[in-house]
């Protein structure tokens, strides 16, 4: 069974102080790999696909990275318009219409 | 640009009672359509997409049922709410992209959700 879990559940940060989340995941064959983040009360917002090992992509302060085993998000030097949930999501060969989301890292960035 | 609208933005209804939830896609044709349910705290639950008018798949046997009756338009319903339906209703869309089947990667985009409270 393909399965997704992130770390920490939560993560409180103070403003500038960077830090990273984690993503890993055990599938039979990883097709790409979603981050998003979601504010509360609204809908999943994508943030980046990742499709092979040792990929990167970024956004402002945001960078995700890929492994083999797992993916980080990290942020640098975060402000509070950061706080948010991030959400990781998997597509495996065999079910291409098909996401398995991570249950989220919840990230608090102190003002 | 595409947009995704879901309607109503938050539902109050008696158990036992009808649903029907909307979700419709402007500025693209043919998109492959999903409903989710994301219960509080957790990620989230794929309940049905639809590849095509009146084709729908259901990944979750449960109360609630799906219907595609035009292209954008994506409909949730069920005909006797339980408590166990509450939760926060979200529809995505996707289209594929890739030059070959097997290279097929599909991103799905969210809309706004709608809060449904089963009383």
């Known amino acids: 069974e393909d399965q997704v879990t992130q770390s920490p559940e939560a993560l409180r940060l103070q403003e500038g102080e960077s830090s990273s989340l984690n993503c890993s995941y055990t599938?039979?064959?990883?097709?790409?790999l979603f981050w998003y983040r979601q504010d509360p009360g609204k809908g999943p917002e994508f943030l980046f696909t990742?499709?092979?090992a040792g990929e990167e992509k970024e956004k402002e302060r945001l960078k995700a990275t890929l492994t083999k085993k797992e993916s980080f998000l990290h942020i640098t030097a975060p402000k509070p318009e950061d706080s948010a949930t991030y959400l990781c999501?998997?597509?495996?060969?065999?079910?291409?219409?098909?996401?398995?989301f991570g249950s989220g890292t919840q990230l608090t960035v102190l003002p | 640009s595409q947009t995704i609208h879901q309607w109503p933005a938050t539902l109050v209804q008696p158990v036992g009672s009808p649903l029907s939830l909307e979700c419709t896609v402007e500025?693209?044709?043919?998109?492959?359509l999903y409903w989710y349910r994301q219960a509080a705290g957790r990620g989230l639950q794929l309940l049905f997409y639809?590849?095509?008018?009146?084709?729908i798949s259901s990944e979750v046997p449960q109360n609630l049922s799906a219907s595609r009756p035009q292209d954008r338009q994506f409909i949730l319903s069920s005909k006797k709410l339980l408590l166990s339906d509450s939760g926060f209703y979200l529809c995505?869309?996707?289209?594929?992209?890739?030059?070959?089947?097997?290279?097929?990667?599909?991103?799905?985009?969210f809309g706004p959700g709608t809060r449904l409270t089963v009383t």
């Open positions: 999501a998997v597509q495996v060969f065999g079910s291409a219409r098909q996401l398995t």
């Open positions: 990742l499709y092979s």
């Open positions: 599938v039979s064959g990883l097709r790409g």
């Open positions: 500025g693209t044709s043919n998109p492959n």
């Open positions: 995505a869309w996707s289209l594929a992209r890739g030059s070959t089947t097997s290279s097929k990667v599909y991103e799905q985009y």
């Open positions: 639809s590849v095509g008018i009146g084709q």
